[in-house]
C-alpha cells in the first residue's frame, strides 16, 4: 500500500517530461539576464521544476562562494567567527527579525542584476534570482519553518506607475518552494515616505515610523512565523519597521529573506 501515491504517480511523469520538453523545443529557454538560450538545467529536471534560470555564463558573475556569513545581518564575517548574536557590524542595531537569509552582497553582477530586476518587464530575472536564492539557501530557508510568506509592500501609488513589484515576485517564488501560502497583502504601506537611500542613516527609522500596517485581522497572525521578503536589504531599517508591525499584530518571530545585502 505504501508505495500506491508513486505507482499512481509514475504513468503521468514522463507525460509530463515529454510536454515540458516539446514546450522546450517551440519555445527555448532563455536567460532572463542576457537573453542566451539556456541548456536544459541539472537543477530543472525536477518536479516542480526550478526555471526561470540563469544561464551558465551569468550564473557564475552572480554567484560568489557562499563563505561564513552573520547569522543575523547577512553581511561577511571571518571563517571563524560566532555570530549568532550578531556581529560587529549590526550588534548595535535593535533588529528585531530573526535573521537575514539572502543569496549575495549588493555589488558587482548581483547588484546590475537587481536594479534590472525592479523593472516592469524583468519580472522572469526577479524570479530567476528568486530560484538562485532558494537553490543557495534552501536549508536555512526551510529549517525557518515559517507559516506563511509576504513581500515587504510599497505603497499603492508607486504599484499605479509600477505595476511589477521584485518583492512580490521573488516572495511568489520562495512561497511555492516553501509549499506556504503567500499573503501579499498582510502588509501595506500606509503613506508615501521619501527614498531610503537618499536619506542618512538616522533619518531613515523617522522616515519610515508608522508606514506599515497589517492588512488581515490580528488573530490570524497570533504564533505565526513569517518569512517577510524584499529584493535589497540596505540597513535594514524597512525590514525591522515592518517586522515590528508584524510582531505587534501577534506574529510570533519574523525571517528576512532578500536577494542581497548591501555591504
Ligand atoms: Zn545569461
Ligand atoms: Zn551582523
Same mark, same amino acid.
Given at each position: 500500500m505504501s508505495d500506491t501515491p508513486r505507482r499512481l504517480w509514475q504513468p503521468t511523469r514522463p507525460l509530463a517530461h515529454w510536454g515540458r520538453a516539446a514546450l522546450r523545443f517551440v519555445f527555448p529557454p532563455s536567460c532572463p539576464l542576457c537573453q542566451a538560450d539556456v541548456e536544459n538545467h541539472a537543477d530543472d529536471?525536477?518536479?516542480?521544476?526550478?526555471?526561470?534560470?540563469?544561464?551558465?555564463r551569468c550564473l557564475i558573475d552572480v554567484s560568489k562562494p557562499r563563505g561564513n556569513r552573520c547569522q543575523r545581518c547577512g553581511l561577511p564575517v571571518g571563517p571563524?567567527?560566532?555570530?549568532?548574536?550578531?556581529?560587529?557590524?549590526c550588534e548595535s542595531h535593535k533588529f528585531r527579525f530573526q535573521k537575514v537569509i539572502r543569496l549575495g552582497l549588493y555589488d558587482d553582477a548581483l547588484r546590475q542584476?537587481?536594479?534590472?530586476?525592479?523593472?516592469?518587464?524583468?519580472?522572469?530575472?526577479?524570479?530567476?534570482?528568486?530560484? @538562485? /536564492?532558494?537553490?543557495?539557501?534552501?536549508?536555512?530557508?526551510? #529549517? =525557518? $519553518?515559517?507559516?506563511?510568506?509576504?513581500?515587504?509592500?510599497?505603497?499603492?501609488?508607486?504599484?499605479?506607475?509600477?505595476?511589477?513589484?521584485?518583492?512580490?515576485?521573488?516572495?511568489?517564488?520562495l512561497a511555492g518552494r516553501l509549499g506556504k501560502p503567500l499573503q501579499r497583502r498582510l502588509l501595506r504601506k500606509k503613506r508615501l515616505t521619501?527614498?531610503?537611500?537618499?536619506?542618512?542613516?538616522?533619518?531613515?527609522?523617522?522616515?519610515?515610523?508608522?508606514?506599515?500596517?497589517?492588512?488581515?485581522?490580528?488573530?490570524?497572525l497570533a504564533g505565526?512565523?513569517? @518569512? /517577510?521578503?524584499?529584493?535589497?536589504?540596505?540597513?535594514?531599517? #524597512? =525590514? $525591522?519597521?515592518?517586522?515590528?508591525t508584524l510582531l505587534h499584530a501577534g506574529a510570533k518571530q519574523v525571517f528576512v529573506a532578500v536577494i542581497a545585502v548591501v555591504p
Open positions: 529536471s525536477g518536479c516542480p521544476p526550478v526555471s526561470p534560470l540563469l544561464c551558465g571563524y567567527v560566532r555570530s549568532d548574536h550578531g556581529c560587529p557590524k542584476a537587481c536594479i534590472r530586476a525592479k523593472a516592469t518587464t524583468q519580472f522572469p530575472l526577479a524570479a530567476a534570482l528568486a530560484n @538562485l /536564492l532558494w537553490l543557495s539557501e534552501q536549508f536555512d530557508l526551510q #529549517t =525557518a $519553518n515559517v507559516d506563511v510568506v509576504a513581500p515587504v509592500p510599497c505603497h499603492w501609488t508607486r504599484r499605479m506607475l509600477r505595476p511589477h513589484h521584485a518583492a512580490e515576485t521573488i516572495s511568489r517564488v521619501s527614498d531610503q537611500s537618499d536619506l542618512p542613516a538616522a533619518q531613515r527609522r523617522l522616515n519610515l515610523k508608522d508606514a506599515f500596517a497589517v492588512r488581515s485581522h490580528p488573530r490570524s505565526k512565523t513569517v @518569512l /517577510l521578503v524584499d529584493d535589497i536589504l540596505t540597513t535594514g531599517t #524597512t =525590514a $525591522n519597521e515592518c517586522t515590528r
